[in-house]
C-alpha cells in the first residue's frame, strides 16, 4: 500500500476540502460522538427541523450538480465517475468534516441504484436513477424476515404472478426508513417448490402501492428508524422486476456486494475517540468523570485500534484499486469495525461512571448525552450489514480455507 497521495489526487483532495469548506452550512454537518443519533448531534440546528431540511436540500443540490451524490456512478447515470482512489479520498474528506452525502445516501446510491444500473432495463434506469441523484426518491430494503435474518434465503414472502402483475403477501422487518421511502427493493418467492436460493425473484416496489402496511419499531434509543412492512395482496407490475425471474437471490447478493471500504465508518471511529479524549481531559478535575488510573490507557487502547480499523479499510481500497476483489479482507475491516464501536462506547461509559446512562435533556446530563447514545446504538453494530458470525464464517472459510463442518 502506498499511503501518500500522487500529484493529482493531493489537488483532488484540496479541491474536495475546499469545496466543503465553502459549500457546507455548519449547521448540518455531524462528525465523532456530535453524529450520533438522539445525543445532540446537531447542536445548532435539529434534525427534521424546517431550516435543516432547507439547508440539507441546498447543499444536496449543490453536491448534485457536480454529480457528488452517487461519485461512484458513471457519468452517463448522473455520477462523477469517479476512480476507486478517488472515491476513496472524497469519502474520507466529507467523513472528517462531517458533512452530509446528500439524497438518500445508503440504499439509494449504494444499493438500488447500482444495482439498477447493472441489472436494469433502460426504461428502469431512466425511471428510477435521476431521482436518486438529484437527492428526489427515499429508498428501503425489504430484505429481511422475521425467519430469515442471517439465513436471508430462508425468506418466505411470496409473489405469484397474475396476468401483468405480481400479487405478493408476506412480511420484512428492520426495514430502515420504509415510513418516508418512495420505493422498496424486494426479494421475495416465486417457486416454492426450487431449492431456496433458486425461487427467489428481485422486484422494485412503489411504497404508495395498495397493500402496502409500515409500522413502526422503536428502538432502545427511543428512535424511529426501523419498521416491520406487511404485504397484504400487493400487485406490483412485471415492469417492476429487476433482472430474471428466479434469479433474484444472484442480483439480491450483488446488492449486498456494494459495501463501502468503511473508510467513512473509520475516519468518525478516529473523530470519536479524539473527541472523548479531548472531554476528559477538559473536565479531569470534575466529579462527573472516572478517576480510574484505567481510563487513560483504555482511551488510549481506542485510539490504537482506530487507527488499525483505517489500515485494514485502506488495505480493502488499496486492493480495489489494483484490479482485485477484496473478499476476505472485507469481512475482517467489518468485523473489526462493528465490534470497535462497542468498544468506544463502553468507553465512553467507563469515563463518565453513573453519569454515562443520562439521556439528553437530564438535569445532570454530561457530554450532550452521546455516551447513553453511543452504548445503545452499537448494539446494532454487529448485525447490520452481517453479523459477526457471519463474518467469522467467511474469514474462515474463505480467507482461512477452513471446512464448513
Given at each position: 500500500m502506498d499511503f501518500h497521495d500522487t500529484p493529482e489526487e493531493a489537488a483532488f483532495r484540496r479541491e474536495v476540502r475546499a469545496f466543503i469548506a465553502a459549500e457546507c452550512p455548519p449547521g448540518i454537518s455531524r462528525r465523532g460522538f456530535g453524529a450520533m443519533f438522539g445525543g445532540g448531534g446537531w447542536d445548532d440546528i435539529r434534525l427534521g427541523t424546517d431550516e435543516y431540511r432547507r439547508l440539507n436540500a441546498e447543499w444536496a443540490k449543490k453536491l448534485a450538480d457536480r454529480g457528488w451524490i452517487a461519485p461512484a456512478w458513471p457519468k452517463e447515470y448522473?455520477?462523477?465517475?469517479?476512480?476507486?482512489?478517488?472515491?476513496?479520498?472524497?469519502?474520507?474528506?466529507?467523513?472528517?468534516?462531517?458533512?452530509?452525502?446528500?439524497?438518500?445516501?445508503?440504499?439509494?446510491?449504494?444499493?438500488?441504484?447500482?444495482?439498477?444500473?447493472?441489472?436494469?432495463?433502460?426504461?428502469?434506469?431512466?425511471?428510477?436513477?435521476?431521482?436518486?441523484?438529484?437527492?428526489?426518491?427515499?429508498?428501503?430494503?425489504?430484505?429481511?424476515?422475521?425467519?430469515?435474518?442471517?439465513?436471508?434465503?430462508?425468506?418466505q414472502t411470496r409473489a405469484v404472478k397474475d396476468g401483468d402483475d405480481y400479487v405478493i403477501n408476506g412480511q420484512k422487518i428492520w426495514t430502515s426508513g420504509a415510513h418516508v421511502a418512495h420505493y422498496m427493493i424486494l426479494l421475495a418467492r416465486t417457486d416454492p417448490d426450487a431449492p431456496k436460493h433458486k425461487g427467489i425473484s428481485y422486484f422494485i416496489v412503489d411504497m404508495k402501492s395498495p397493500g402496502i402496511d409500515v409500522r413502526p419499531l422503536v428502538n432502545m434509543a427511543d428512535n424511529h428508524d426501523f419498521n416491520e412492512v406487511f404485504f397484504d395482496n400487493l400487485r406490483v407490475p412485471k415492469e417492476n422486476l429487476?433482472?430474471?425471474?428466479?434469479?433474484?437471490?444472484?442480483?439480491?447478493?450483488?446488492?449486498?456486494?456494494?459495501?463501502?471500504?468503511?473508510?467513512?465508518?473509520?475516519?468518525?471511529?478516529?473523530?470519536?475517540?479524539?473527541?472523548?479524549?479531548e472531554f476528559v481531559r477538559d473536565h479531569r478535575g470534575a466529579a462527573f468523570v472516572s478517576k480510574s488510573r484505567a481510563l487513560r490507557n483504555e482511551i488510549a487502547d481506542r485510539a490504537v485500534e482506530s487507527a488499525v480499523e483505517q489500515m485494514l479499510c485502506t488495505q480493502v481500497v488499496s486492493m480495489q484499486s489494483r484490479g482485485l476483489v477484496p473478499n476476505k479482507e472485507s469481512s475482517v475491516a467489518k468485523l473489526y469495525s462493528s465490534e470497535l464501536d462497542i468498544r468506544i462506547a463502553a468507553t465512553a461509559m467507563q469515563a463518565l461512571g453513573l453519569y454515562g446512562p443520562l439521556r439528553r435533556g437530564s438535569p445532570r446530563v454530561q457530554f450532550n448525552g452521546r455516551a447513553e447514545s453511543a452504548y445503545l446504538y452499537a448494539t446494532t453494530s454487529t448485525v447490520g450489514g452481517g453479523t459477526s458470525e457471519i463474518q467469522r464464517n467467511i474469514i474462515a472459510s474463505r480467507g482461512l480455507g477452513l471446512p464448513r463442518a
Open positions: 448522473g455520477g462523477a465517475g469517479m476512480t476507486v482512489m478517488e472515491q476513496f479520498i472524497f469519502n474520507q474528506e466529507m467523513a472528517a468534516a462531517g458533512a452530509p452525502r446528500g439524497g438518500n445516501y445508503g440504499i439509494g446510491t449504494g444499493w438500488a441504484g447500482p444495482t439498477i444500473i447493472l441489472y436494469g432495463t433502460e426504461e428502469q434506469k431512466k425511471k428510477y436513477l435521476p431521482p436518486i441523484v438529484k437527492g428526489d426518491a427515499i429508498w428501503c430494503q425489504g430484505f429481511s424476515e422475521p425467519g430469515a435474518g442471517s439465513d436471508l434465503a430462508s425468506l429487476l433482472g430474471e425471474e428466479n434469479r433474484g437471490w444472484y442480483v439480491g447478493t450483488t446488492t449486498l456486494d456494494f459495501e463501502r471500504s468503511g473508510i467513512a465508518t473509520s475516519v468518525s471511529h478516529g473523530l470519536m475517540v479524539r473527541d472523548l479524549a
